[in-house]
């Protein structure tokens, strides 16, 4: 009896050393479920009752072990084998819609063979409304890491061939964990938005869920980059987790955003409106601005994520990766067409995006929020291969001024790159704000405020070249030296006023004849619609040849490089945080 002991002993032994590898692989849940059945069937007394012969292991696993393991095998190898793989026929219709599979997006997305899945082998737990008969591994969401261009990013991908993506507690769980990983590791989150919305049978649980995932986007923030990429429907309270992220991509007729569909709009309002019209990309991308990027398919939108991602930071503690500069663009080059860019008629327009092709590197410029406000400019560049920020505003579009939308586009940009300690660069070319009753009644003096505080509170290096026009209090808030700028430029063609010279001349000399405040606007524009009076008291740095932009900024850069951003901070006020005017 004690040697059938023994052997018996062993055999198990042999088994949980040959199994003990298979543990951290995905499978590993099931895996230790199965010895647990396997192993412990036995009293505690008859387990425990001598040390394990070692001299008959090699035996024991020759008779028994390989029978443990291909009874294991049996049992669990279709659910292993099948884990991640997409049913043909659903696939086929998801391609008929013209969009990736949740899988295909990831391999797109991230380098070959770099991609490591988290939970597999997660299923609901939900037992109401027949959901106990439809457990799928993975729960709707792929989740793990992988990289781009050699960069580690953390990711997931809602499918929805599983139970239409929706959310559940525990894919809300999945999805908290990608978010949890990003921050340990200091490493961007991508989040493929692909969803039904909550999981209805599971009511509150599910709600509790995107609470819980809402929490973790507004924790992560300002710590590591996050961006999402809408591919699908997103609708209900869905559509505050990619609003809280830094970036938002949404794919061309494919992809959705709405808090309230068009059957419920229709219910309500009594309005006939189709979902495009309500939530699709053309729209967020601009009008509403919820959306930053267009893409006209997924491969196009996952393609452009690959590109942002080059110009940012893994996370705040690190700084954006530096390429090396290109031979061809090297960063004392000059460009004389910038000398006559600017028209000498000062209400004739220009685009600002000729000015900033032709002083970044290679001419290369990533819009962001390009079709949204197009009268103020912001996107990544590079200068002498380091990532800056760019804003500029865009005369050729409502003559450059400010108005509700350019202000908060800007100012939103502006305090991401101050977040992860981006250099910002600014071409100033704004006559001011966007006058009228609309404008008033809608806030502009809020929302221009906020543009003002994000420069004032930013405390990343912020170089400014004013082009032409700065009038009034849109000059302040365009990153004025009085705003902590670090280093302010004007181009000859500058004029730095609280108003134009027609303006000012009907405000100050209003009995005067046509004749006569012609003649004064004339003297005006000589006194005080020229670089010379703000130069004359250090308010600009210096007046500049555009020829040179390049070459001062990519000067100013290197400078700055050392620029000890605590002692802007330790100047603060010390207090829990500011109150931005949101």
Known sequence: MLRAQNLFHNTLQVCVDSFRASLFTRSGPIIRSHLHDACFFTSSSFFFSQEPNIVNAAQAEKEYGVKLKSKFLEKYQDVVENTGVTDPKLAARQHERGKLTARERLQVLLDPGTFREYDSLVTHRCDLFGMQNNRIPGDGV?????????????????????????????????????????????????????????????????????????????????????????MGPCAGGAVYSPALTDFVFMVNETSHMFLTGPDVVRSVTQEQVTQEELGGAAVHTSRSGVAHVL??????????????????PSSWRDMAPTLRPVETDPPTREDSFLNRIVPADPNSPYDMHQVIY?????????????????NILVGFSRMNGQTVGIVGNNPASLAGVLDINASVKAARFVRFCDAFSIPIITFVDVPGFLPGTPQEYG??????????????????????????????????????KQLRGDINYAWPSAEVAVMGAKGAVGIIFRGLTEEEKERQVEDYEREFLSPMVSARRGYVDEIIQPSTTRRRICEDLVLLANKDESTVREATPQKKHGNIPL
């Open 295 to 312: 893409s006209n398919n997924d491969i196009e939108a996952l393609s452009q994520v690959r590109t942002l991602i080059s110009y940012l």
């Open 142 to 230: 792929v989740t793990g890491h992988g990289k781009i261009n050699g960069r580690d990013v953390c990711v997931f991908a809602q499918d929805f061939l599983v139970v239409g993506g929706t959310l559940s507690q525990t894919h809300a769980q999945k999805i908290c964990k990608v978010l949890d990983r990003a921050v340990d590791a200091g490493v961007p989150v991508i989040g493929l938005n692909d969803s039904g919305g909550a999981r209805i049978q599971e009511g509150v649980d599910a709600l509790a869920g995107y609470a819980e995932v809402f929490k973790r986007n507004v924790l992560t923030s300002g710590v590591v980059p996050q961006i999402s990429v809408i």
């Open 443 to 480: 806030g502009i003096i809020r929302h221009g405020a906020k543009l003002l505080y994000a420069y004032a509170e930013a405390t990343v290096p912020k170089i400014t070249i004013i082009t032409r026009k700065a009038y009034g209090g849109a000059y302040c808030v365009m990153s004025s």
């Open 358 to 374: 032709r002083t970044v590197d290679s001419g290369e410029f990533f819009e962001i929020h390009k079709h949204f406000a197009p």
